[in-house]
């Protein structure tokens, strides 16, 4: 959140900079844009005891069903590294004398239809947003476990596979001038329910460490464009 405010009170001073007359900017009815945002994601719960924080990216195409009311079509890219010190943690807390030597990044990519709705002031267009779609994921592990003093290699292992999930969050247009550009930054939760549950390393004492539930906040900046 501390990054998100920035981006609103440097995006509204930008604007201002324009003038109030700026003729009709508003998105009419049947319209089509595209937006292009980029920004951190946060692991939430289970999933942040074992990942960093990471990097998220977002491309949507929005269709104006009314003034107020856009349908869309999105594509974004999560990138997650594992962090070996919560992991390490993890196995102690498990008994086990072990520390954690392993590069696993996790990656997901959603392929999404959603729902924007906007209020309109003069230059500041706040929007609630939800979508609901497909999450690919991969994951890669390899590395080692050292275990009282003994070293032992992980399998290298690729994980690939595909789940339904959804998203909702809180963002704003704030336009640019009167051609049809607006600076869009948003906030997002995401959830991803792994029912059947992907273990991320078996322990040397047989104990499967993974995560079931994949939730994380995004924090994205952009662009917006749509076409007159």
Same mark, same amino acid.
């Given at each position: 959140m501390k990054i998100f405010l920035p981006l609103l009170l440097l995006a509204g001073l930008a604007t201002s900079a324009h003038g109030?007359?700026?003729?009709?900017?508003?998105?009419?009815?049947? !319209?089509?844009?595209?937006?292009?945002? +980029? /920004?951190? +994601? #946060?692991? *939430?719960?289970? #999933?942040?005891? *074992? #990942?960093?924080? /990471? @990097?998220?990216? @977002?491309?949507? =195409?929005? $269709?104006? *069903?009314t003034e107020d009311l856009q349908v869309y079509l999105g594509l974004g890219f999560s990138h997650f590294t594992l962090d070996n010190a919560k992991l390490t943690n993890h196995l102690k807390e498990l008994g086990e004398n072990t520390t954690a030597n392993i590069d696993a990044p996790y990656q997901l990519i959603p392929l999404v239809l959603g729902l924007n709705y906007s209020y309109r002031y003069a230059h500041f267009w706040p929007y609630f947003t939800m979508s609901l779609g497909m999450y690919f994921q991969k994951l890669e592990t390899s590395g080692s476990l050292t275990t009282n003093g003994v070293t032992t290699p992980v399998v290298s292992n690729t994980q690939a596979w595909s789940q339904d999930? #959804? +998203?909702?969050?809180?963002?704003? *247009?704030?336009?640019? /001038?009167?051609?049809?550009?607006?600076?869009?930054?948003?906030a997002k939760y995401n959830t991803v329910v792994d029912y059947k549950g992907r273990v991320l390393i078996t322990t040397t004492g047989g104990s499967?460490?993974?995560?079931?539930?994949? !939730? $994380? =906040?995004?924090l994205l900046g952009g662009l917006s464009y749509t076409f007159r």
């Open positions: 109030q007359d700026e003729g009709d900017i508003s998105p009419k009815q049947g !319209r089509i844009g595209i937006s292009v945002k +980029a /920004g951190p +994601a #946060f692991p *939430l719960v289970d #999933f942040s005891d *074992l #990942f960093t924080t /990471g @990097f998220t990216g @977002f491309v949507d =195409v929005p $269709y104006n *069903l999930a #959804f +998203a909702v969050g809180i963002g704003s *247009l704030i336009p640019i /001038g009167n051609e049809g550009w607006a600076i869009d930054v948003n499967n460490i993974g995560s079931q539930a994949i !939730r $994380y =906040v995004s």
